[in-house]
């Protein structure tokens, strides 16, 4: 790397732009994702254990020994046929296990191929994902997931290893150019559609085990009553962080002016003059974002809002930066 290149701020060496991204592109996050690890004084951002940004759901731990009830103890983990056998009351004491599986949920649907501002939105998932899956790879855990589009999946089960990394990141930038050239050679559902965020949801829950880290990263447009009980199943024993993407253009309408406008078959024209209008545009956003923001605190589940024309690593940082 040439001594000018040194001198670039990071999220400029990382960026991925534009409506595709290569693998290439994926591979270089892993810098992109030790950058974020340095800047929290050489912490992995998961704090403890793993990419825990949240407090630990589940077991994700082994059993150590029995030891007598004490007050203050969780009541769950009373073993009750020591304490029926005893006649006193005793509780397991579990090891926490140091590596724990990261599972990363992409959405690579035909909703996510839209962009005004530097990257589409797929192109900026996929970022995001390659950096969480980078993050739990250097941290030592395990690394899988689902990429996901209208019709197709690809399941990548945990393992820890870089082929595994390889394999997810690989799949992700498959279904990315998918997106563009109208192809489909991902393994297409037998029994079901992928379709919305809650089928990939239900398949995914079916790897997930308890103590795992689990990442969803979409525009969340399907998101719907199903979608919302898998993630309260999800969230009950896992870490669930959700992965807001989206884009200047559905927040706010162009500066004020007359736009033509097309959905490949009908023209029409665009008036953004109206203050009214524009208000109204920006309301329906917040609204949308507000009642997704509302129904994951319920769950307790922590969002992260990433805009195309933001970059990634950066806003990833930021947010972890106050998770720790």
């Given at each position: 790397?040439?001594?000018?290149?040194?001198t670039l701020?990071?999220q400029?060496?990382?960026?991925?732009?534009?409506?595709?991204?290569?693998?290439?592109?994926?591979?270089?996050?892993?810098?992109?994702?030790?950058?974020?690890?340095?800047?929290?004084?050489?912490?992995?951002?998961?704090?403890?254990?793993?990419?825990?940004?949240?407090?630990?759901?589940?077991?994700?731990?082994?059993?150590?020994e029995?030891?007598?009830?004490?007050?203050?103890?969780?009541i769950?983990?009373?073993d009750?046929?020591?304490t029926?056998?005893?006649?006193k009351?005793f509780?397991?004491?579990f090891?926490?296990?140091?590596?724990?599986?990261?599972?990363?949920?992409?959405?690579?649907?035909?909703?996510?191929?839209?962009?005004?501002?530097?990257?589409?939105?797929?192109?900026v998932?996929?970022?995001?994902?390659?950096?969480?899956?980078?993050?739990?790879?250097?941290?030592?855990?395990?690394?899988?997931?689902?990429?996901?589009?209208?019709?197709?999946?690809?399941l990548?089960?945990?393992?820890?290893?870089?082929?595994?990394?390889?394999?997810?990141?690989n799949?992700?930038?498959?279904?990315?150019a998918?997106?563009?050239?109208?192809?489909?050679?991902?393994?297409r559902?037998?029994?079901?559609?992928?379709?919305?965020l809650?089928?990939?949801?239900?398949?995914?829950?079916?790897?997930?085990?308890?103590?795992?880290?689990?990442y969803?990263?979409?525009d969340?447009?399907?998101i719907?009553?199903?979608?919302?009980?898998?993630?309260?199943?999800?969230?009950?024993?896992?870490?669930?962080?959700?992965?807001?993407?989206?884009?200047?253009?559905?927040?706010?309408?162009?500066?004020?002016?007359?736009?033509?406008?097309?959905?490949?078959?009908?023209?029409?024209?665009?008036?953004?003059?109206?203050?009214?209008?524009?208000?109204?545009?920006?309301?329906?956003?917040?609204?949308?974002?507000?009642?997704?923001?509302?129904?994951?605190t319920?769950?307790?589940?922590?969002l992260l809002?990433?805009?195309?024309d933001?970059?990634?690593?950066?806003?990833?940082?930021?947010?972890?930066?106050?998770?720790?």
């Amino acid at each position: 790397m040439s001594k000018q290149a040194r001198t670039l701020p990071h999220q400029a060496l990382y960026q991925a732009t534009g409506a595709v991204i290569s693998l290439q592109d994926l591979l270089l996050q892993r810098y992109a994702a030790r950058t974020i690890e340095y800047a929290s004084h050489k912490r992995s951002v998961a704090g403890i254990s793993g990419l825990h940004l949240s407090k630990i759901r589940g077991r994700g731990i082994d059993f150590e020994e029995f030891r007598p009830y004490q007050a203050g103890d969780d009541i769950r983990t009373i073993d009750w046929r020591v304490t029926a056998r005893t006649g006193k009351p005793f509780t397991k004491v579990f090891r926490e296990e140091r590596e724990r599986p990261v599972l990363i949920a992409v959405d690579q649907s035909s909703s996510m191929f839209f962009g005004s501002h530097v990257a589409f939105k797929s192109v900026v998932a996929a970022q995001a994902a390659a950096i969480f899956c980078w993050l739990a790879i250097d941290n030592g855990d395990r690394v899988g997931g689902l990429v996901y589009s209208d019709d197709n999946f690809a399941l990548v089960r945990p393992k820890r290893s870089r082929r595994s990394a390889l394999h997810l990141l690989n799949q992700i930038q498959l279904a990315n150019a998918d997106l563009a050239t109208g192809r489909s050679p991902q393994t297409r559902a037998q029994d079901e559609e992928i379709g919305s965020l809650a089928t990939a949801l239900g398949r995914i829950r079916r790897i997930t085990k308890p103590g795992s880290t689990l990442y969803v990263i979409s525009d969340f447009s399907t998101i719907d009553e199903a979608g919302f009980q898998y993630l309260y199943q999800l969230s009950r024993h896992n870490n669930v962080v959700c992965c807001f993407i989206h884009d200047e253009l559905e927040e706010n309408l162009p500066v004020p002016g007359y736009y033509s406008i097309t959905d490949g078959r009908d023209k029409g024209t665009l008036n953004t003059f109206s203050k009214k209008a524009r208000d109204n545009y920006r309301g329906v956003f917040q609204q949308r974002l507000d009642a997704l923001r509302a129904e994951l605190t319920k769950l307790q589940i922590p969002l992260l809002t990433i805009r195309t024309d933001e970059p990634v690593v950066e806003r990833i940082h930021q947010w972890t930066s106050q998770m720790l």
